[in-house]
């Protein structure tokens, strides 16, 4: 079936390291948004792509949508304790505009 | 503020009881959403409604219950045919256009005792 994967599943780094996620989908997506959810929170979107090849930024976060609309990734520059947490992309499939989360990547970031 | 407000925050449920959980929003969303969310795992899709008085079967929808007979409301009730019900329930809401992503309640832990 339709799925996405998001890799590392993991990620502990020292406080101002670089962190990247990696957002990998089986099938073309028409969108792709990234959402954060700190620990015992709820997930808060943070930001949306539609083109190909799109990149966006967020000051020490950016965003970019692949090429073939398959894949995205997520890098934070200088990572900050504020940053811990588990990163989800998400997107509607094109066709079928069903809406899929990938795997999440949990993120810790030691002080 | 516009919002999506799930109650109880914690729910301790008894094997054989079904339990019913909230979800109201006042964002004027068409979309309502149920998810499950288990501990270090993603986001499971139970069901679905897109207007009033309809909803539809998500991926993981034996055991559960919905109704949508208000715009603002989406109930979930787990019933007693819900093997594994303890876990972190979401409800999330969008507009027609999605262009702002789902927008998540503070979810509702249950737990089976």
């Known amino acids: 079936g339709q799925q996405v994967m998001q890799i590392p599943q993991y990620q502990h780094v020292q406080e101002g390291e670089d962190f990247t996620t990696y957002c990998n989908s089986s099938t073309t997506l028409s969108n792709i948004q990234w959402y954060k959810q700190r620990p015992g929170g709820h997930p808060v979107f943070l930001i949306q792509l539609v083109k190909s090849g799109e990149v966006k930024k967020q000051k020490r976060l950016t965003f970019q949508f692949g090429e073939a609309k398959k894949n995205s990734s997520l890098h934070i520059t200088a990572t900050q304790t504020t940053d811990v947490g588990t990163y989800f992309c998400a997107g509607f499939t094109s066709g079928t505009y069903k809406y899929i989360f990938g795997t999440g990547t949990r993120l810790k970031v030691l002080a | 503020d516009g919002g999506i407000t799930q109650s109880p925050k914690y729910l301790f449920r008894k094997e054989g009881q079904n339990v019913t959980l909230s979800c109201e929003q006042n964002l004027n969303h068409d979309a309502m959403y149920w998810y499950r969310q288990d501990p270090g795992q993603g986001l499971r899709l139970i069901y679905y409604s897109q207007i009033v008085n309809d909803f539809q079967k998500g991926d993981i929808a034996e055991g559960y219950s919905v109704s949508r007979e208000k715009k603002e409301s989406f109930p979930l009730t787990v019933t007693s045919a819900q093997k594994n019900p303890t876990a972190f329930y979401l409800c999330?809401?969008?507009?027609?256009?999605?262009?702002?992503?789902?927008?998540f309640g503070s979810g509702t832990r249950l737990t089976v005792v």
């Open positions: 999330a809401s969008r507009s027609g256009e999605g262009i702002y992503g789902y927008t």
